[in-house]
């Protein structure tokens, strides 16, 4: 959510800054230009499939003080007996209201805002009028992050089952113009309970049964068992270090073991026990802090409120706290009223930020907050292939622009007969490990640096905010990441691992506040640095004629690593930039991948490798939507180290990957007017994959004139009038083979 331009008036902006800590930013500690001699010269050939064991040091051509590059271990990849390839014609970039797929490719709706999972409520009527209580059993708005799940007939978890599975997606939250009221939201320093009521069950996850009919296209089994939402209200419990921290104690739950919801669910994860993984990234949207709270407050408190971007005396864009005197309502307020913790909520925000880990094969399971992966503007939790008797490794970002990516690993080490071990295997590899943040260095290596209490300073010697326990750590991540000096990103959204080679991918999807390398930045303004090197100006021309300028990095990029030593658990890793958004007219260093019209694309934010390798980008962009409404391309990505070293505009030296071209790079489809493309899922044997379509129609009105999206009924309806919805959709060829290839 939320393109860089313009920005919606109602919705928290996650461009703002709160990361002001004394971090040196990586380009204040680079004394020397960085070489890729050693690390990255090898041209040891790999063809897909075949993993890069045995590229040790002395394929490195040694020379300078990189560490070894050890690939990964086997990560149980399928056997792939071909090269990937892709076999499809690229689309053209355009703005239409429509998806518009490859020649031979078609598209279905799955499931829109309000339809209802269950038979007994009434059908979409496309004038808000369902009553609230009925969105417990209604789809969610602001589809975002999913993932599928194979369902055996005994209703377990079958991994290879592409026929019939259960749909897991994230409604991260509610979309202007607000399509699920009667008139859109309704205006006022106060909210209407009615409509407050209905956000808070529009929110969150639903599971839905999918099921194929004669072809590969899939449709919702309306009345499955199966079917559940899982909303704001929903109650769920607290495992890991923060269980029965006084920092989640509330009125709700005076011993901190539960809490009530999830919100603002952005990306996803999955296990390989077969649940699914939910994460909180922009909870501030829904909590408000009073002011004069400071003072009631201790200095590690203001500390921790400020750090993440809530300080006293700020209302929440959604205003949920002003509908009522009703602890439904009341409770998004983290303000002090009582005497104690255990008489208000204020320690609710202390209750988002986390992962959520959901049983779908169990309706009446209890979600659990896994606090032991940290808590921040969750974006996304995503898993390295699980390697028997290794630990399960989860890498995470936090979509704060000076924020920060994180690898949890586990304890205990993974055995497959964990499979379909539902909550408690969760408990068994989620709630204890060890968590990290990551640090790039300028010569293409880095390092994960230990979260842990009691280390690393990690204490309460610590002067910007002293820690108590892990519990402490965990919840406030960002503060003990500021205090290792983790290098501060320019805004990390999805990441996901490479089943063919282990090598982890993180979108890094823009970043408007970078000055140049001869600026004296202010306040929390950024210098590049050889992670995130760009520095220039796009233009982006506005409907009525005049043209606005984005600085700093307005398209974005996306960076990879590959573990050393050996283990997807190693702490030190080589990392590149796998491509640079631009459009393909730019300058050169701009351009930096070589971008042309089948592939020229601005702000990377979801992404996804499917099963058999290849890698699908996503955008969420508002720097080249003048051109082109967001894409979702396909690709057949390379390794760390297939480019080199090269200078980015505004003079900053960094390390990219080999070019983009026509066969390794390609526009596979481009969504509807003022959209995003985002979460994706397909079966195991690719014939079907899904796709969100978050808030068409964003930038219009809910009537009249202004609407610029009549999208998903726009699909099939060239002259529809209907409302704009996000929606899950269905892309499959039209002679059922396996898509992208
Ligand atoms: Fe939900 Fe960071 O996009
Ligand atoms: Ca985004
Ligand atoms: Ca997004
Ligand atoms: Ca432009």
Redesign the pocket.
């Known amino acids: ?2 393109p860089t331009h313009p920005t919606p008036a109602n919705e928290y902006d ?1 461009d703002a800054i709160v990361n002001t800590s004394a971090n040196p930013h990586m380009s204040d500690i680079m004394a020397t230009r960085l070489s890729r001699r050693g690390a990255l010269r090898g041209g040891v050939s790999v063809t897909a499939g075949v993993l890069l064991g045995g590229m040790g040091l002395t394929a490195c051509g040694g020379g300078n003080s990189n560490p070894a590059i050890v690939p990964t271990p086997t990560p149980e990849p399928g056997p792939v007996t071909k090269p990937l390839a892709l076999g499809f014609a690229a689309v053209a970039k355009n703005k239409n209201d429509l998806v518009t797929v490859p020649e031979g490719y078609q598209v279905s709706i799955l499931h829109a805002l309000g339809d209802p999972m269950h038979f007994g409520d009434e059908s979409w009527k496309d004038d808000g009028s369902e009553a609230a209580e009925s969105y417990n059993r209604r789809i969610g708005d602001g589809h ?1 992050g999913m993932y599928y799940f194979g369902l055996s007939e005994a209703g377990a978890y079958q991994a290879d089952r592409s026929d019939r599975g259960l749909l897991c997606v994230n409604h ?1 939250y509610v979309v202007q113009p607000f399509a699920l009221h009667p008139a859109g939201r309704t205006a006022g320093a106060a909210r209407l309970a009615a409509e407050v009521e209905k956000e808070i069950y529009a929110h969150g996850i639903s599971v839905a049964e999918v099921k194929r009919g004669t072809g590969a296209d899939m449709a919702m089994v309306r009345g499955s068992k199966y079917n559940r939402r899982i909303t704001s209200a929903t109650e769920m419990v607290f495992t890991g270090p923060v269980k029965g921290s006084a920092l989640v104690q509330t009125k709700f739950s005076p011993d901190g073991t539960k809490t009530r919801g999830t919100n ?1 669910n ?2 996803n994860g999955y296990t390989p026990w077969g649940t699914y993984l939910t994460c909180e ?2 909870w501030l949207n829904v909590v408000s802090r009073a002011a004069g709270d400071n003072a009631k407050r201790t200095a590690k408190d203001v500390a921790s409120l400020n750090r993440y971007g809530l300080p006293e005396n700020r209302n929440s864009p959604y205003l949920w706290n002003t509908a009522g005197t009703e602890d439904l309502f009341v409770r998004w307020t983290s303000s002090v009223t009582g005497t104690s913790a255990t008489d208000d909520y204020r320690n609710i925000a202390n209750t988002f930020g986390w992962v959520v880990e959901i049983d779908p094969f169990n309706p009446t399971s209890t979600p659990a907050k896994r606090s032991a992966l940290g808590r921040f ?1 969750h ?1 996304g939790a995503w898993p390295a292939p699980a390697v028997v008797g290794q630990p399960i490794v989860v890498y995470q970002g936090d ?1 704060q622009r000076n924020d920060y990516i994180y690898k949890f690993v586990s304890k205990a080490l993974w055995s497959a007969a964990d499979v379909n071990g539902g909550m408690a295997a969760g408990a068994k590899y989620l709630d204890e490990g060890t968590l990290y943040v990551a640090k790039f260095n300028a010569d293409g290596s880095g390092a994960w640096l230990e979260l842990t209490f009691g280390k690393n300073g990690l204490d309460a010697t610590n002067t910007a905010y002293p820690f108590a326990d892990q519990a402490d750590v965990v919840t406030n991540a960002r503060l003990a990441a500021d205090k290792l000096g983790a290098t501060k990103m320019d ?1 990390p ?1 999805w990441g996901g691992v490479n089943p063919l080679n282990g090598e982890a991918y993180m979108t890094l ?1 823009n970043n408007s506040n970078r000055v140049a390398t001869t600026a004296t930045p202010t306040g929390s303004q950024l210098k590049p640095d050889a992670a995130n090197p760009r520095f220039y100006a796009d233009t982006y021309n506005n409907a009525n004629g005049t043209t606005s300028t984005n600085s700093g990095n307005p398209n974005g990029h996306i960076i990879r690593w590959r573990e050393n030593a050996g283990s997807v658990a190693a702490t030190t890793f080589a990392w590149d930039i796998y491509l640079f958004g631009a459009q393909a007219d730019a300058a050169g260093d701009v351009n930096l991948s070589g971008l042309t019209a089948v592939n020229d694309f601005s702000s990377p ?1 979801g992404l996804y490798f499917d099963p058999r390798g290849l890698l699908w980008i996503q955008t ?1 962009d508002g720097a080249y939507t003048d051109v082109t409404n967001c894409m979702m391309l396909a690709a057949v990505p390379g390794k760390v180290g297939d480019g080199g070293p090269v200078t980015a505009a505004g003079g900053t030296a960094t390390i990219k990957g080999a070019n983009a071209s026509a066969d390794s790079v390609r526009r596979f489809l481009v969504g509807p007017v003022d959209c995003e493309i ?1 979460g994706i899922a397909m079966t195991p044997d690719g014939k079907t994959m899904f796709c969100n379509v978050q808030h068409p129609g964003e930038n219009g009105a809910l009537t009249g004139t202004g609407v610029t999206s009549h999208w998903p009924d726009s699909q099939t309806v060239a002259a529809s009038t209907k409302r704009p919805r996000s929606a899950t959709f269905v892309v499959t060829r039209k002679d059922g083979a396996a898509v992208g290839v």
Do not use: G, S
Request: a negative charge.
């Open positions: 959510m939320t996650d975002d991260e603002n952005c990306a990234e922009n503007n974006e979509d805004r959204e999807t934010d969420d985002t």
